[in-house]
């Protein structure tokens, strides 16, 4: 089956970046739309960027001009790379590999923005 393993999460400070991979397995990964997702306590998971097959971004409007998906199709990867980030920025973030009715999910990495 389909496996995604998200990495990268950490506590960080305001201001502060971090880079979250994703890894995929058992999947045609360079046909997938692959996505980014975060939770925070309480709220609902909410779609922070996207990157579809053909390279297309798109980016929630709460970190637009701070962080960047991009993905590797040659090794199975997708990353979000988040700049200058906020305690709002708190949450679990998940990988998602979407194609069509097909939906996909990591497990989730903890991203902790705190002084």
């Known amino acids: 089956q389909v496996q995604l393993v998200e990495s990268g999460g950490d506590l960080v400070q305001p201001g502060g970046s971090l880079r979250l991979s994703c890894a995929a397995s058992?999947?045609?990964?360079?046909?997938?739309?692959m996505g980014w997702y975060r939770q925070a306590p309480g709220k609902q998971r909410e779609l922070v960027a996207y990157i579809s097959s053909s390279g297309t971004t798109k980016l929630a409007d709460s970190v637009e001009g701070r962080f960047t998906i991009s993905r590797d199709n040659a090794q199975k990867m997708v990353y979000l790379q988040m700049n200058s980030l906020k305690p709002e920025d708190t949450a679990v973030y998940y990988c998602?590999?979407?194609?069509?009715?097909?939906?996909?999910w990591g497990q989730g990495t903890q991203v902790t923005v705190s002084s």
């Open positions: 058992r999947i045609l990964f360079s046909i997938y739309t």
């Open positions: 998602n590999a979407q194609l069509g009715s097909y939906n996909h």
